[in-house]
């Protein structure tokens, strides 16, 4: 991966460097990125598979003058502790653990891929006093659908010797066919630590075992319910182009919710929409908490 040069806009978002913080849930210290006041509503965004809490990095800061901005790593993933056993349900408490941790106003999760699945359960647990949830390219699908094969097999982290090395084996997952090089560069650089002979990813591979083929149907149908459930706000974003997230889910997905929480497609963009339409992100996120703040909510809170 050959170094790029940065956009003036994506520089002063990551010169806005955040307040490292962190709590210990059932043991385990969850560590945290935060922006903002205090006093001010609260945002908490929710990183996906293998990710960190650097992939909003460069799309928090938008928020830090309006809202107390909290960028989570899960457990077992960035420079979180590492568990003997992963679930979005456990990870969903950490997530409910950090806002009540920062004492959040008017919460809203913020979650992508498996940071949405997590954020489904941790709005659950929030009920009534949770302000809203956006799911961020996570596909909930029905029931007659065929689960997709996982052939994902992650082993033990690799050592490379050099830090040139592990940077140029960087990859999203799934691969997409368009991403900023700079935004790639950046997050590959946060993924990685020092360790004796070299370098290597940060996230733990065993937390890899929970997604199989069979398990995947049974979380599907525990979210199915728990979506149709909550008592927050509820939107859905999806990457116009993504490989995962099919138009029939988000279909689906809005006939779960009554019809009455929307499903945001946002133009050109793949699964990973931060690294390759960061700032229609950050527009429709904006859009979105203004309606929130300016509108009642369809559905009794």
Not at 32 to 55: C, R, S, T, V
Not at 107 to 128: D, E, Q
């Amino acid at each position: 991966m050959n170094k790029v040069r940065n956009p003036s806009w994506f520089d002063n978002a990551i010169s806005n460097k955040p307040d490292i913080l962190s709590v210990k849930i059932k043991g385990v210290k969850i560590s945290y990125n935060a922006w903002g006041d205090q006093a001010k509503p609260g945002l908490i965004f929710i990183h996906g598979g293998m990710a960190h809490a650097e992939w909003w990095s460069f799309i928090a800061p938008y928020f830090a003058k309006s809202h107390r901005v909290i960028a989570m790593n899960l457990g077992g993933m960035g420079d979180s502790g590492w568990k003997k056993k992963y679930s979005v349900e456990s990870w969903g408490a950490e997530i409910v653990g950090v806002c009540k941790k920062e004492k959040l106003k008017k919460p809203i999760f913020i979650g992508h891929s498996l940071g949405g699945m997590c954020g489904v359960y941790a709005a659950s647990l929030m009920k009534k006093n949770l302000y809203g949830l956006v799911i961020v390219d996570t596909a909930i699908m029905p029931p007659t659908d065929n689960p997709p094969k996982f052939d994902l097999k992650v082993r033990a982290n690799k050592v490379y010797k050099k830090m040139s090395d592990i940077i140029e084996r960087f990859r999203l997952v799934p691969s997409q066919s368009e991403a900023l090089d700079f935004a790639l560069q950046f997050i590959a650089e946060k993924s990685i630590k020092k360790v004796r002979g070299g370098w290597t990813w940060k996230f733990d591979p065993s937390y890899m075992n929970i997604f199989t083929s069979e398990n995947f149907a049974e979380r599907q149908a525990v979210l199915r319910k728990t979506l149709k459930s909550l008592k927050c706000r509820v939107a859905v974003f999806r990457g116009e182009k993504s490989s995962i997230f099919p138009g029939v889910s988000a279909k689906y997905m809005n006939e779960l919710m009554d019809k009455k929480s929307p499903i945001i497609n946002i133009p050109e963009a793949h699964h990973h929409i931060m690294v390759d339409q960061p700032l229609a992100l950050v527009s429709a996120l904006r859009s979105l908490i203004i309606d929130w703040d300016h509108s009642k909510p369809s559905k009794a809170l």
